[in-house]
């Protein structure tokens, strides 16, 4: 945001170099991008670019520049004169104003300038906003922009000739209605949006833009000045949904001040009157419920050492605060009330007092010590505690960490997450991100598309963040882990040839992540997974509880993405799976006695899983099965319709004895059969090869 050194100079005496004065502001809190000097080696003519941060609007204008230049200095602040003449025609006689959205419009000041001549500007005028890369327009334009970027406050001007009937209705849009804007491009309304309207409809879009109908022009004899407080909401949320970015709609959706609208209209008419000529009418119309009561907050001169590390004193504490428009009551020595200045949107508590103080006392007095960190109850608490673990596992399997917004598509939440519903936000920062989500792997899959639609050979990424959920009393935060793999597979090294990512990559992830925690109950369970779902693979299970699903991402979810090949990916309740963790590493000795190992291959009715073959062996052996595995699966020739034959290894291990031949064929006979009866599950015949 540009300013410039001598237009400053009309405010506040400047001795000090722009140079100096840019570092001072910088350590003030008002970053300096950069001088530019039109006339190098004239100081007078530097031009300042300074990132004004959005808190700040404030400091938006020349006058709030100044403002913090005269508490830097201690110098003395000389306000722009906004005096006009009296005695003018009745406002009132020229000019209605209704106000049929007073939520929205706290304030509508307007004055009526009677006769003008609409030509180019003085040079003095033309050169104070070219200096700052403003285009001039015409004289009376340019002085409404003036304004603008001299106290900070946006004003629009009404050819007066082309309101219908006089007549000034602030409300909001109407189903259906549209407006051709200054920039030629007509816009189609939404309701809620807030306009200015005549009789016959809108001419204005509320501190976003006027309407091409009511325009200031070379025919234009009678202008109506608008200034105006509105809702930083209404205006923010029209100017996204239109796609207008307005020097008026960037101030604001950050919150003008109420206060400031009379004297910036009577600082514009007085300039109009001067440039343009014509009579300006007397005394203004101020309609609106007007600017609530005046903001106090208490600040005590104790916390200043609390807070700070340092006490700068009182008086000097005070005497920051009013140089920068504070009021201060220091009846009560050991809490002082102090009034907020309305041009002051971002003060609300004591700490954004003391905020102020340590900016303009200067942030390098804090002294550098370290704080006194006490033992008692230290350290990180359980949560971080889990996220710092799981992190590391994580890192160690290969996998890159991603941080995306909580914020997201509710369709793509639904995508992959059916129920429950996303929350919507009631002030969304853009559409795609209007609902907070209750999965992460939405910004996972974008982040995946993003680097494998640049030639990214793997993707390897996780994320730990919270989801959220509808709660009775408001979203509730689960925190979770998520991770997408795809491409090349994690870990391959040269010497033994890449190859592409699998379930498994995916599935050691999350035995891995459970192992490091020291969770003993994961099971990896793949039945009750729907044909249907975004993710399917297998159940997470931490104990007989529900904690993710691991597995592989559905190609129609992929599409959506914007992704053309095999993504596998995770998503665990981390505090689910915290809440599993072991307290105590267990012992286990090594087995004593042999294992004896049994190969079955068995013809399997479609839809029976691997896991209900498990259960069913482990609960019919009558001897104990230290593991089993699945090595081999067949379809086709020789195997009944509907059927597949699935080879698997048995491990019967005793942890006390040898076991015998013959207890081992009976254990395998006692199994087999009560596959047979349960899943209708035999064993392959010679013939089925």
Same mark, same amino acid.
């Given at each position: ?27 003030? /809190? ?145 189903? /259906? ?27 204005? #879009? ?10 200031? /022009? ?58 343009? /000529? ?115 596992? #994580? ?206 291959? #068995? ?87």
């Amino acid at each position: 945001m540009k300013f410039s050194h001598a237009w400053l100079r009309d405010y506040i005496p400047l001795a000090d170099s722009p140079e100096e004065i840019g570092r001072r502001l910088t350590a003030a /809190g008002v970053p300096l991008e950069g001088i530019t000097r039109p006339e190098p080696g004239d100081p007078a003519d530097a031009v300042y670019d300074f990132d004004v941060l959005t808190n700040r609007p404030d400091c938006m204008n020349h006058l709030g520049i100044a403002r913090e230049l005269a508490a830097i200095y201690g110098s003395r602040l000389t306000p722009p004169p906004h005096a006009v003449p009296r005695g003018g025609p009745a406002t009132t006689a020229s000019a209605q104003v209704v106000i049929e959205a007073p939520a929205l419009c706290l304030r509508y000041c307007a004055r009526a300038i009677l006769g003008v001549r609409v030509a180019p500007s003085p040079a003095w005028l033309r050169r104070r906003l070219e200096s700052i890369g403003q285009r001039s327009i015409n004289n009376v334009v340019d002085a409404t922009n003036f304004v603008l970027w001299e106290m900070g406050h946006p004003l629009h001007p009404f050819d007066l000739a082309r309101i219908a009937d006089h007549r000034i209705i602030v409300r909001e849009a109407r189903a /259906g209605e549209t407006l051709v804007t200054l920039d030629g491009v007509e816009r189609r309304l939404a309701p809620g949006m807030l306009l200015i309207a005549d009789p016959r409809g809108p001419i204005a #879009l509320a501190g976003v833009m006027g309407g091409r109908s009511s325009e200031i /022009g070379p025919a234009t004899r009678d202008v109506l000045l608008e200034s105006a407080w509105f809702d930083p909401i209404a205006v923010g949320r029209t100017a996204r949904a239109l796609g207008l970015r307005t020097d008026a709609s960037h101030r604001f959706e950050r919150g003008a001040d109420p206060e400031a609208a009379l004297a910036a209209l009577d600082r514009a008419v007085a300039i109009i009157a001067d440039v343009a /000529g014509g009579t300006v009418t007397d005394p203004p119309i101020d309609a609106g419920p007007g600017p609530g009561p005046a903001r106090l907050v208490t600040l005590r001169p104790a916390r200043l050492q609390a807070i700070l590390g340092y006490d700068p004193g009182a008086a000097e504490a005070r005497r920051i605060l009013e140089a920068l428009g504070f009021t201060v009551d220091p009846a009560n020595a050991a809490a002082w009330q102090v009034r907020v200045p309305p041009f002051r949107r971002d003060i609300e508590r004591e700490e954004d007092l003391v905020e102020e103080i340590a900016r303009l006392a200067g942030y390098d007095a804090i002294p550098a010590e370290l704080p006194i960190l006490h033992a008692d109850g230290a350290g990180r608490g359980p949560e971080d505690r889990l996220v710092r673990d799981a992190r590391r596992a #994580l890192l160690a399997f290969g996998l890159s960490e991603a941080v995306n917004f909580a914020m997201a598509d509710a369709e793509e939440c639904r995508s992959i997450l059916p129920t429950p519903a996303a929350i919507a936000l009631t002030n969304p920062l853009q559409s795609g991100a209007a609902a907070l989500r209750t999965t992460l792997l939405p910004g996972l899959l974008h982040n995946a598309a993003h680097n494998l639609n640049r030639g990214v050979a793997g993707c390897h990424l996780f994320e730990i963040g919270h989801a959220f959920q509808p709660g009775a009393d408001g979203p509730v935060e689960v925190l979770r882990a998520a991770a997408v793999i795809a491409g090349r597979a994690p870990g391959s090294h040269w010497s033994l040839g890449w190859r592409d990512a699998d379930l498994f990559d995916a599935k050691g992830a999350v035995e891995l992540l459970a192992s490091a925690l020291g969770v003993l109950t994961l099971r990896l369970a793949s039945d009750r997974i729907a044909a249907d779902a975004a993710v399917r693979g297998l159940r997470i299970e931490i104990g007989r509880a529900d904690a993710g699903i691991v597995g592989e991402v559905a190609a129609t979810v992929l599409r959506r993405f914007g992704v053309d090949r095999a993504v596998f990916a995770f998503e665990v309740d981390l505090a689910r799976l915290g809440a599993g963790r072991s307290g105590e590493a267990v012992y286990q000795a090594l087995p004593r006695f042999p294992a004896v190992r049994r190969d079955l291959a #068995l013809v399997v009715p479609e839809g029976v899983t691997v896991d209900a073959l498990e259960a069913a062996l482990r609960e019919s052996s009558p001897l104990p099965i230290a593991e089993i595995q699945v090595f081999d699966r067949f379809r086709g020739k020789g195997l009944p319709p509907g059927t597949a034959s699935i080879a698997i290894q048995v491990m019967f291990q005793h942890p006390e004895r040898t076991l015998s031949a013959e207890e081992v064929q009976a254990a395998q006979d006692a199994v087999v059969a009560n596959l047979g009866g349960r899943l209708g599950v035999g064993l392959r015949g010679p013939g089925a090869a």
